[in-house]
């Protein structure tokens, strides 16, 4: 698996000073646009519950809609989507959450996912965590059983994932950039 680590963060575009000067951007565009690269990743992603029954895969807007579809397709799974506040127009549930400098809200609709459900959550990058962290508290608070968090890159230097793990969120990523 090192070496499909090694042949995924090939297919990934690096932007240097996006969206400001200093800052190393990972474009997965590329990896989604290259049809090998995007099913192998999938594929991977989803191998710990291949004949496990998982009820819903949450996807968190936007990259990890495209994700999460092809993740929940494969395990037979339904999908969440969980947005930025004001997109869905049922009666949602609401979680504020940190970004880089200030805060925002995501929401997700009431009854997307019953108490108990096996969830498992999707994104294409974990950085510093604060998505994510939004993520499974929202899911939480309506009685979802998270069972894992799952991303194709992992940035560790920003503690992201290490933050997930100290709430009992099992992790998966592909591959790092540290
Ligand atoms: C990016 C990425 C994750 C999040 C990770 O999305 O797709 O959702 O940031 O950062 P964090 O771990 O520090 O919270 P972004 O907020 O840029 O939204 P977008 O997908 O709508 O562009
Ligand atoms: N790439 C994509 N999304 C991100 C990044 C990145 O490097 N850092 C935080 N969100």
């Known amino acids: 698996t090192d070496f499909l680590a090694a042949d995924l963060a090939a297919s990934i575009r690096t932007i240097a000073d996006y969206p400001k000067p200093g800052i190393l951007f990972?474009?997965?565009?590329?990896?989604?646009?290259?049809a090998r690269a995007f099913r192998r990743a999938v594929d991977e992603l989803v191998q710990p519950w291949a004949g496990s029954k998982v009820d819903k895969v949450a996807g968190i807007e936007a990259r990890g809609f495209?994700?999460?579809?092809?993740?929940?397709?494969?395990?037979?799974?339904?999908?969440?989507?969980i947005r930025k506040k004001g997109k869905l127009p049922h009666q949602t549930v609401r979680m504020a959450y940190a970004l880089e400098y200030g805060q925002d809200e995501m929401?997700?609709?009431?009854?997307?996912?019953?108490?108990?459900?096996?969830?498992?959550?999707?994104?294409?990058?974990?950085?510093?965590?604060?998505?994510?962290?939004?993520?499974?508290k929202l899911l939480r608070n309506i009685g979802a059983r998270v069972e894992a968090a799952c991303f194709i890159v992992d940035l560790p230097d920003?503690?992201?994932?290490?933050?997930?793990?100290?709430?009992?969120?099992?992790?998966?990523t592909l591959l790092s950039f540290a």
Request: net charge negative; charged share 20%; no cysteine.
């Open 158 to 172: 920003l503690g992201g994932s290490d933050k997930l793990r100290a709430m009992d969120v099992p992790v998966r």
């Open 26 to 34: 990972r474009d997965i565009t590329t990896l989604l646009g290259d």
């Open 107 to 136: 929401e997700m609709h009431v009854d997307a996912v019953a108490a108990g459900e096996r969830v498992i959550l999707v994104d294409d990058l974990i950085a510093t965590g604060g998505t994510a962290e939004g993520a499974v």
């Open 66 to 81: 495209i994700i999460g579809g092809a993740v929940a397709h494969q395990l037979s799974a339904g999908f969440v989507p």
